[in-house]
């Protein structure tokens, strides 16, 4: 399986663009695109809001089964993560999600609780803690494998993560 993950763009299409285009099984945006629900740029993404996302059509949450996993994606405010993923982990058991996929903070990073991965793509417009702009790639076979890339699809990071 192979999700693509986006947060944050704040109303710059381009990186929209750029990231829904790659191939992948599901594109996710975890809101704050500061664009229209049916704005064509965002149709093949599935989408959640974000407190900068003004569209009353953007839900809160979704959860969707891809290739046999559980996802839930939020954009994370009204779970307090940039406090703590504790909120964020109660949804994630109470949704049965075997993947949680958030944004908000503007900080790329992923992790594994309770064999639940948690995974934030960081900000494709306005990322924090001196990172460049990113975006997420989760590739998920026997082990999952988080890749983040920036806007040249580079790699920035890259972690397999392991039960222990």
């Known amino acids: 399986m192979k999700l693509i993950v986006m947060s944050d763009n704040h109303g710059d299409k381009e990186t929209v663009k750029a990231v829904s285009s790659l191939p992948a099984d599901a594109h996710f945006h975890c809101g704050d695109s500061e ?17 900068c996302d003004i569209y009353s059509k953007y839900p809160d949450e979704v959860v969707k089964s891809i290739n046999g996993k559980t996802i839930l994606a939020v954009h994370g405010h009204k779970h307090n993560v940039k406090s ?31 064999g639940i991965l948690f ?46």
């Open 35 to 51: 664009l229209p629900y049916e704005d064509e740029t965002l149709a093949s993404m599935i989408r959640v809001g974000g407190n």
């Open 84 to 114: 703590s993923l504790m909120e964020l982990y109660y949804r994630a058991k109470e949704k049965n999600a075997d993947i949680v996929l958030f944004g908000h903070s503007h900080l790329y990073g992923a992790e594994m609780k309770d």
């Open 119 to 164: 995974v934030n793509p960081g900000s494709t417009m306005l990322p924090r803690g001196g990172n460049e702009p990113t975006y997420a790639v989760i590739e998920w076979d026997e082990t999952p494998v988080v890749t983040f890339k920036n806007m040249g699809h580079q790699v920035v990071e890259s972690v397999e993560i392991k039960k222990i």
